[in-house]
């Protein structure tokens, strides 16, 4: 293709300029001669002609530039005249006319960047929060009632579907919790090992990994990894049934969603997360018993001892005392999130990746609430 | 321009599309001439979609020829690919907008690409666009997910058209419309067409939309395709086609499409008398 040029030669006589537009005048050459135009100066109130003879092409683009050095040189007073337009371009320069000219800059982008931009964008978040926090309150109360009714109708309860939640978010759990555990019990034995050896104290890694795991990492672990793997699945099933408008299907059928789908979600949730739990511990227990022996020396029934000694019963329950709570809250904001999924497939990504992270979030503050409430009542 | 003995701006030849054991195209040819509207109609799996896909590249065919501006289009280099793709826009089903960014900035992806405009020339550029498709001048700060369907292949149609292309290429681009929606879309691609110079290259199910503007028509039947004019077609007698032009609907089609004729000649003759 040879190379695309346009050209625009300017005459002046006293009074009166002629801008003479030559070549192509396309898209190609658009930021080109929009620079030439811009940089245009033509004496105030001379009269302009711009002769269109020599354009061989021209497209919008090129249209538009030419119209719009028509409409700047006429608002500034100049008598503007075009000359020489082929018949064959009339067409697309009305075109141009119709639908560019009176929209010159029809989409300002959104001003972030001011200071009371910043300033409100701080209080549209605020409020967004506010605004979600109540809403989440909402559903959580409506998921009880219908829980309380279910239960005064233990019929009514999905047993199937409950079964085969526990299968998805319990069984097939198992390895990824079991794994990540044990590799935790490895790592605080071996970082405690480090640290109590330097007072003589090595035996005593057996009760830091004891009440470590069992009071807080195993139970916190095992939510994070559920918040992440079921969580988010509760958030993209309900959201993909929302885009097909299952969900309304559901309601035109006489069947309430959240009993259909919130509950045997929270009630499989609720029962596979402490027997997660439980697992976790005892995988966790087993890499750190591995590490003790590799490293210190410590011989299982040593460890065994150890830990009849370090840790009671309740310090175990503690732990699984609060898997239920963080299974509540990762079920409920998995749905909720499910439930804002709009028609659009996008949405089902973005919230997704909300529900997750506000799971997570809220299990970790609840982590905390729990570890203050527990040291108030100082157990 | 139904006559046309025109430069044939796409020519296919022997294209053959299998997937698996499933034979869609069979040795089907079929010419698009320069400034003529060409819709594409066949029963559902037929393939039209397919056809349109591998025109523009994004199948490969199992054999044959796509020969596109006069170079074959399939064993082009990267370089002289993209020079092609810049001839032509192509409008999906839904619009196929790029849902994080506005509608202006939908149309302002290929200038930005490739023209490296000014910020503000490719505002103006954007702007003329939306108006061209008939969007209100505010759609363009607006997010396709805030867009009615109507208004989303409106959308799609202004980007497709964002680098002044020869050739665009429709794929139902009136399907999910209502009727007045619809003519109004028909109403807005022969606008174009005469303004711009477009050709189009049309895949409809659309009955009302071939009668009121396609100048030919391909039927995709026994995974070949048969080209005519509208006449031609509707005395093929081919049963498929016999059935699709002359069922109910094709009928009503052609009842409304005559009358609107006889309305439209009526409305140039007053004034030319006057």
Not at chain 1, 147 to 176: D, F, K, W, Y
Not at chain 2, 155 to 166: H, I, K, N, T
Not at chain 2, 215 to 224: E, F, G, I, P
């Amino acid at each position: 293709m040879a190379p695309i040029a346009a050209t625009l030669a300017e005459t002046k006589d006293a009074g009166s300029v002629v801008l003479a537009a030559a070549g192509e005048w396309l898209v190609a050459t658009a930021a080109e001669t929009d620079r030439r135009l811009r940089a245009l100066e033509v004496p105030a109130g001379s009269r302009v002609t711009l002769d269109l003879a020599g354009i061989d092409r021209i497209d919008t683009a090129g249209a538009w530039l030419l119209l719009r050095t028509e409409r700047d040189l006429s608002a500034r007073g100049n008598a503007v005249e075009i000359r020489n337009l082929q018949p064959s371009f009339a067409p697309l320069f009305d075109q141009v006319r119709a639908g560019g000219i009176l929209a010159p800059d029809a989409h300002p982008r959104p001003a972030h960047h001011s200071l009371i931009g910043f300033v409100a964008r701080i209080g549209e978040i605020t409020l967004g929060l506010l605004g979600r926090a109540y809403r989440i309150l909402g559903f959580l109360g409506l998921v009880q009632l219908t829980a309380l009714r279910l239960i005064s109708h233990p019929r009514r309860l999905r047993l199937t579907a409950m079964a085969a939640q526990m299968e998805q978010t319990g069984v097939n759990a198992l390895p990824i919790v079991g794994l990540l555990s044990f590799l935790i019990g490895v790592v605080i034995a071996y970082q405690g090992a480090g640290q109590l050896r330097r007072f003589g104290a090595e035996i005593y890694t057996v009760d830091l990994l004891a009440i470590g795991i069992l009071r807080e990492l195993g139970v916190l672990m095992t939510a994070i990894i559920i918040a992440g793997r079921s969580g988010s699945a509760f958030t993209a099933q309900i959201g993909t049934m929302q885009v097909n408008e299952e969900v309304d299907a559901l309601r035109t059928l006489g069947l309430d969603p959240i009993e259909v789908l919130v509950i045997p979600r929270l009630f499989g949730l609720l029962l596979t997360l402490p027997m997660l739990t439980l697992y976790a511990n005892l995988m966790g227990l087993f890499g750190g018993c591995l590490m003790a022996w590799g490293v210190l020396g410590i011989t299982i029934p040593q460890f065994m001892r150890e830990l009849q000694y370090s840790i009671s019963e309740r310090t175990f329950w503690i732990g699984v005392f609060k898997a239920p709570f963080f299974a509540a809250v990762i079920a409920t904001i998995g749905c909720y999130e499910g439930f804002q999924v709009s028609r659009s497939a996008e949405s089902v990504g973005r919230l997704t990746t909300l529900s997750v992270v506000e799971s997570i979030f809220l299990v970790i503050v609840i982590d905390a609430g729990f570890s203050i409430f527990f040291s108030v009542l100082g157990i | 321009m139904s006559d046309h003995p025109g430069e044939a701006i796409i020519s296919v030849r022997g294209i053959v599309n299998r997937f698996g054991s499933e034979t869609v195209h069979d040795g089907l040819d079929l010419d698009v001439y320069r400034g003529e509207v060409l819709g594409i109609v066949g029963g559902s799996g037929s393939g039209k979609s397919v056809l349109l896909r591998t025109i523009v590249g994004l199948n490969r065919p199992t054999e044959g020829d796509v020969v596109v501006f006069g170079s074959d289009f399939l064993a082009m280099g990267d370089d002289k690919r993209r020079e092609v793709e810049k001839r032509w826009g192509v409008l999906f089903q839904d619009g196929a907008l790029f849902s994080s960014l506005t509608v202006a900035q939908n149309i302002e992806v290929p200038l930005e690409e490739f023209y490296h405009m000014p910020l503000r020339l490719m505002d103006e550029v954007a702007a003329i666009k939306i108006g061209m498709v008939g969007l209100p001048e505010d759609a363009g700060g607006k997010f396709p997910a805030q867009l009615s369907g109507g208004m989303r292949k409106r959308a799609g149609l202004a980007r497709a058209l964002a680098l002044d292309p020869e050739i665009v290429f429709l794929d139902e681009p009136t399907a999910g419309l209502d009727p007045i929606a619809a003519s109004d879309f028909d109403k807005l691609i022969s606008d174009l067409r005469s303004s711009l110079g477009l050709t189009v290259f049309m895949v409809t199910h659309d009955l009302d939309s071939l009668f009121a503007i396609c100048d030919r028509v391909a039927v995709l039947v026994d995974k070949k395709i048969r080209v005519g004019t509208l006449d031609q077609m509707l005395h093929d007698d081919h049963p498929w086609i016999q059935a699709y032009f002359h069922g109910p609907r094709g009928r009503a089609a052609q009842h409304a499409e005559s009358d609107q004729r006889l309305r439209a000649d009526s409305q140039i003759v007053a004034p030319a008398s006057a």
